[in-house]
């Protein structure tokens, strides 16, 4: 007896496909439905890998040719990459950088390292024809702006890098840090040179922050943030202001230094929106505070309240940023470890409280840092294995050994994996000793009435402190 298909409800023969019948339910035939084949459209098709994957990913056959793959790209996941892929780099995004080639920077050996920073930072971003999800754009600045190329240049990562590294200096000059802030607005940003309205907008700024016109920067910075561009301020050069560096940034959570890429790391989770992978890491912290005899009493207690304050901005805990506070003579005596306080009251309080001189005329810093090194870290001191380690000296920079041995010491601190900060006082300073301490020379800050710089000027290590981790996306 034949079969009967009637209308193809009851049977219904075609897998991938539409049955029709005809000869009185006896017979039929399948129009198969796209990216499918076959009597009963039973067979993949991925010539058009559209059919079976989406946003852009690729087709593959099984062997038996029934069923398919898909290989999704970048920011997308699932049997046919219609998910979003949370933990990799998908919101779309107008990215520019303004990097500061002026005289008060020292060119012949910082600006490689700058376009260096410049492509690792790019080369984490897809780029390409999928909805262009990251464009970027490249400019350079002295007393004018030089904009090498706009944010619909490039879709190709190759081509991309390789127009960054013809990028050359001409005619530095004085630093007009607001009219580059000016032309990012007016001109980077617009729909004609591809921007595009319905990202988000970033501006990298990497620079000294010794512009010629600090309030025509900070009127130009402010605008700027009404438009919702989110900007990231990059000390870099032999002398950094961080005073206009947060002046630039949208907040000094967006200030950083280029001795890391904590920079990267807030952009790649800003961009995943809610990836869990992308955490928020420890920081084990020691402030080293200088009570010899050649600081003043006044200079003592403005070294004293930037300690607070570093320690009042930071998230204090056993999971975030851990203080222990030692006091350097001509010895060094450790007030608490890491695991002494959970909470900033604490700490604040026995700052304020112990920062007192001593009768020595100058310290010993050397021992202090290598005591620093070899201890202070250890679990045995509330030490953290995958923390961050970060020492801030507090100091005039005039110690009792010669500078060789404290070159020595500071390396040695540096070596074992310590970032090192150098807070100064007044302008009798030894910038040339801060400079030896620190890890980089935008991490060396002096404060004072006499050089006009407050204690507020230190939330720019905030960002240092309590930083993120994407490093599992490269």
Request: with cysteine; hydrophobic share 35%.
């Given at each position: 007896?034949?079969i009967l ?7 219904d023969?075609?897998?991938q ?10 017979h ?6 796209a990216g499918w084949y ?24 099984s062997?038996?040719?029934t ?11 699932g ?22 080639v ?23 971003f ?13 400019l ?7 904009v ?6 490039y ?8 127009a ?5 200096v001409?005619?530095?000059g004085i ?5 580059m802030?000016k ?6 940003f ?9 990202v ?17 920067t ?12 989110k ?9 950094v202001?961080h005073e ?10 967006h200030?950083?230094t ?11 989770q ?5 990836c ?8 084990d ?10 600081t ?12 607070t ?14 203080f ?15 695991n ?32 620093t090194?070899?201890?202070?870290y ?10 961050r380690?970060v ?43 801060l ?6 020379s935008?991490?060396?800050?002096v ?7 407050e204690a507020n000027?230190?939330?720019?290590i ?13």
């Amino acid at each position: 007896m034949a079969i009967l298909y009637e209308d193809c409800t009851k049977i219904d023969p075609c897998v991938q496909g539409k049955c029709i019948t005809y000869d009185g339910g006896e017979h039929y035939s399948c129009s198969c439905y796209a990216g499918w084949y076959g009597t009963n459209c039973d067979h993949v098709d991925c010539s058009n890998p559209a059919d079976h994957c989406s946003n852009g990913g690729q087709c593959y056959p099984s062997s038996s040719g029934t069923s398919f793959t898909c290989t999704c790209n970048e920011g997308w996941m699932g049997n046919t990459c219609a998910q979003v892929d949370v933990c990799t780099p998908y919101e779309n995004a107008d990215i520019v950088f303004a990097i500061d080639v002026s005289e008060s920077l020292d060119l012949a050996t910082d600006f490689g390292a700058r376009i260096t920073f410049v492509k690792n930072f790019i080369s984490k971003f897809p780029i390409g024809p999928l909805d262009y999800r990251f464009q970027f754009s490249v400019l350079t600045y002295a007393e004018n702006v030089n904009v090498h190329f706009h944010l619909n240049k490039y879709q190709n990562m190759t081509e991309l890098l390789d127009a960054i590294d013809f990028i050359s200096v001409q005619n530095p000059g004085i630093t007009r840090t607001g009219n580059m802030l000016k032309t990012v607005r007016e001109e980077v940003f617009q729909t004609i040179n591809g921007g595009r309205s319905s990202v988000k907008k970033y501006l990298i700024v990497l620079t000294d922050g010794l512009s010629s016109n600090p309030g025509d920067t900070k009127f130009q910075a402010d605008i700027l943030r009404t438009f919702g561009v989110k900007t990231f301020a990059i000390g870099t050069g032999p002398s950094v202001c961080h005073e206009e560096l947060i002046d630039i940034a949208t907040h000094h959570g967006h200030v950083f230094t280029m001795a890391t890429n904590d920079s990267l790391q807030l952009l790649l989770q800003n961009s995943m929106v809610g990836c869990n992978d992308c955490s928020n890491q420890k920081t084990d912290v020691a402030l080293l505070m200088d009570v010899s005899l050649e600081t003043s009493f006044r200079q003592l207690d403005t070294l004293a309240k930037g300690a607070t304050r570093i320690v009042q901005k930071s998230k204090v805990g056993s999971t975030a940023v851990q203080f222990s506070f030692t006091l350097i003579s001509d010895h060094y005596d450790t007030i608490y470890h890491l695991n002494k306080y959970t909470d900033s009251k604490h700490h604040m309080y026995d700052i304020n409280q112990k920062t007192f001189h001593v009768q020595q005329k100058a310290s010993n810093i050397s021992n202090t840092l290598q005591y620093t090194a070899s201890e202070l870290y250890s679990a045995t001191n509330g030490g953290r294995a995958n923390a961050r380690k970060v020492a801030i000296v507090f100091s005039s920079g005039n110690f009792s050994e010669t500078f060789s041995d404290t070159q020595a010491a500071s390396q040695q601190l540096k070596d074992s994996g310590v970032i090192v900060v150098a807070v100064g006082i007044s302008e009798y300073t030894n910038i040339n000793v801060l400079k030896t301490l620190a890890s980089d020379s935008s991490l060396v800050f002096v404060l004072g009435q006499d050089v006009f710089t407050e204690a507020n000027v230190l939330d720019a290590i905030n960002s240092l402190l309590e930083y993120r981790d994407c490093s599992h996306f490269y």
